[in-house]
Nanobody, 121 residues
Framework: QVQLVESGGGLVQAGGSLRLSCVAS????????MGWYRQAPGKQRELVAA???????NYADSVKGRFTISRDNAKNTVYLQMNSLKPEDTAVYYC???????????????WGKGTLVTVSS
């Protein structure tokens, strides 16, 4: 079984910064892509940023130039550095990982429970 646990959310003023972390644990053979999604009240969940196992990132247009995704493969951890935060960034942020285990050799998507980010104006 695999678990993803996010941390680092909170309340911040517009223009401020936060750093989210997500640690994957369990019977992990390999982690392929990892990413961050967010869901604002009344809206669908959307991709914020993702990163391949080799470290290649991609970002939603709305966060390019402000957010940076990174990962530490030795620690099974993915980070999201969020700068110049705006009120419209307010959402629950979810960690996602494509994990290879003994029972899912082609990989399977796992999700964290989410961490709330609130940006005040």
């Amino acid at each position: 079984q695999v678990q993803l646990v996010e941390s680092g959310g909170g309340l911040v003023q517009a223009g401020g910064s936060l750093r989210l972390s997500c640690v994957a644990s369990g019977e992990i053979f390999k982690i392929n892509a990892m990413g961050w999604y967010r869901q604002a009240p009344g809206k669908q969940r959307e991709l914020v940023a993702a990163i391949t196992s080799g470290g290649s990132p991609n970002y939603a247009d709305s966060v390019k130039g402000r957010f940076t995704i990174s990962r530490d493969n030795a620690k099974n951890t993915v980070y999201l550095q969020m700068n110049s935060l705006k009120p419209e960034d307010t959402a629950v942020y979810y960690c996602n990982a494509d994990v290879v285990t003994a029972t899912n050799l082609f990989g399977m998507d796992y999700w964290g429970k989410g961490t709330l980010v609130t940006v005040s104006s």
